[in-house]
């Protein structure tokens, strides 16, 4: 069975400081990842998506980025964190054009 | 506006059945998906139709789908308190990089 894997769980980290957010999934291979981000509890916002190695598809304009370095793992960093970058962020996988299955998410709050 | 819309919040009793609505603007879209998220967790799949389908039950679960008013909607069974949660309605349709769109989520609250 399939089973996606995202750490930290919770993070807190200063305004300024880089960011490393990892997620990897077994069980599949080839899958469509997603990165989202969740504030306050409400809506998902779809920041980064990645059909393949090495491609990655930018949503929304931030100071976040993301990498595909192996089939299976999608890392969302950034380099400096802003205090909006504060939220919860969801990693999720698909077999193309069908459901997503997420993973339990990072709480990250940026003081 | 959006493309999937849902009622912010739903209050109900334990016990009574609880309808969660949905509505979408693509006709083209080919699956609609339910989500639950409980609070501090991912979403969880919890059920899905096609949209040749117009109903779907899966145990205290039912989902309807007025595709002419492009109306999707998630009723509960006997509603307990470990239901409280964030509903989600997705839409997708078929198309090897199609992303789907999620509506903002619908907080269900259950009292005893």
């Known amino acids: 069975s399939q089973t996606i894997h995202q750490w930290p769980a919770t993070l807190v980290q200063p305004v300024g400081s880089p960011l490393s957010l990892e997620c990897t999934v077994e069980?599949?291979?080839?899958?469509?990842l997603y990165w989202y981000r969740q504030a306050a509890g409400r809506g998902l916002q779809l920041l980064f998506y990645s059909v393949g190695i090495g491609q990655i598809s930018s949503e929304v304009p931030q100071n976040l980025s993301a990498s595909r370095p192996q089939d299976r793992q999608f890392i969302l960093s950034s380099k400096k964190l802003l205090l909006s970058d504060s939220g919860f962020y969801l990693c999720?996988?698909?077999?193309?054009?069908?459901?997503?299955?997420f993973g339990p998410g990072t709480r990250l709050t940026v003081t | 506006g959006e493309d999937v819309e849902q009622s912010l919040f739903l209050s109900v009793r334990e016990g009574d059945s609880s309808v969660i609505n949905c509505t979408y603007t693509d006709s083209s879209s080919t699956y609609l998906y339910w989500y639950k998220q409980e609070p501090g967790a991912g979403l969880q799949l919890l059920t899905y139709?096609?949209?040749?389908?117009d109903m779907k039950q899966d145990q205290r679960l039912t989902v309807l789908l007025n595709k002419k008013d492009k109306h999707l909607s998630l009723r509960i069974a006997d509603t307990q308190t470990g239901d409280s949660a964030i509903y989600f309605c997705a839409e997708s349709r078929a198309g090897g990089s199609y992303i789907p769109t999620f509506g903002r989520g619908t907080s269900l609250i259950v009292h005893p």
């Open positions: 069980g599949t291979s080839n899958p469509n």
């Open positions: 999720a996988w698909s077999v193309p054009s069908y459901e997503q299955y």
């Open positions: 139709i096609f949209s040749n389908m």
